[in-house]
């Protein structure tokens, strides 16, 4: 089991509420979210000898920032009051991707576009869902993660391959801590996804 790592400033007391949780402090707390620990793909494709820069991840129209956003049932896009995550969501997403290609042990080098590596392919991230989504307020959200990547061959920084990575997950309850753990669950699926797409990839003779 993936477990939640939590960055606490201060610990707040948050209900649940018509889907948004509120309180009645202006006291944030700040969550951050796991890169896997391990790749759970077979051990024939690890040991690749390709590196890949990760770059910044680009953000979806009003998925921007750091605030935890979730979507009422009229599509209309919201966010947690007095929660935040950690850093901006492109830059966790990055930090946590490279994070876990490196603890899969399957790429030769891996790093972010601010290392100054040079890399055989450039991997580019598009957020395009990063929410809970309710279908009834006051009931437990579905946590929906959709992430597009490229692989850009270098030097010529030529298209070598797209895939779309999708997941959902199902809080527990419509409490920030089981939201923020049902995050944590949709994320860990999301990367495994996306280092099985990219080593699918890379794996092709």
Same mark, same amino acid.
């Given at each position: 089991?993936?477990?939640?790592?939590?960055?606490?400033?201060m610990t707040? /007391? $948050?209900?649940?509420?018509?889907?948004? %949780?509120?309180?009645?402090? =202006?006291?944030?707390?700040?969550?951050? &979210?796991? @890169?896997?620990?391990?790749?759970?793909?077979?051990?024939?494709?690890?040991?690749?000898?390709?590196?890949?820069?990760?770059?910044?991840?680009?953000?979806?129209?009003?998925?921007?920032?750091?605030?935890? /956003? $979730?979507?009422?049932?009229?599509?209309? %896009?919201?966010?947690?009051? =007095?929660?935040?995550?950690?850093?901006? &969501?492109? @830059?966790?997403?990055?930090?946590?991707?490279?994070?876990?290609?490196?603890?899969?042990?399957?790429?030769?080098?891996?790093?972010?576009?601010?290392?100054?590596?040079?890399?055989?392919?450039a991997l580019?991230?598009?957020?395009?869902?990063?929410?809970?989504?309710?279908?009834?307020? =006051?009931?437990?959200?579905?946590?929906?993660?959709?992430?597009?990547?490229?692989?850009?061959?270098?030097?010529?920084?030529?298209?070598?391959?797209?895939?779309?990575?999708?997941?959902?997950?199902?809080?527990?309850?419509?409490?920030?801590?089981?939201?923020?753990?049902?995050?944590?669950?949709?994320?860990?699926?999301?990367?495994?996804?996306?280092?099985?797409?990219?080593?699918?990839?890379?794996?092709?003779?």
């Amino acid at each position: 089991m993936i477990k939640t790592n939590f960055l606490i400033v201060m610990t707040l /007391m $948050l209900t649940g509420c018509a889907g948004l %949780l509120t309180s009645n402090q =202006n006291i944030n707390e700040f969550y951050t &979210l796991n @890169a896997i620990p391990d790749y759970s793909g077979n051990d024939e494709n690890k040991n690749i000898a390709a590196s890949i820069m990760v770059q910044s991840a680009s953000v979806s129209k009003g998925l921007e920032g750091n605030k935890i /956003m $979730l979507m009422h049932s009229q599509q209309r %896009l919201d966010y947690y009051a =007095n929660a935040r995550w950690s850093s901006p &969501l492109s @830059a966790m997403v990055q930090t946590s991707v490279i994070e876990s290609f490196e603890n899969s042990h399957v790429l030769g080098r891996v790093g972010g576009d601010y290392s100054g590596m040079r890399a055989d392919y450039a991997l580019t991230l598009e957020i395009q869902d990063f929410q809970a989504e309710y279908q009834e307020e =006051n009931q437990p959200p579905i946590i929906h993660i959709k992430l597009v990547g490229k692989l850009v061959h270098f030097p010529e920084r030529t298209l070598a391959a797209s895939f779309t990575v999708e997941t959902f997950q199902q809080a527990d309850e419509n409490e920030l801590a089981d939201i923020v753990r049902a995050f944590d669950k949709a994320f860990a699926g999301t990367q495994d996804l996306l280092i099985e797409e990219t080593l699918d990839y890379l794996t092709k003779p």
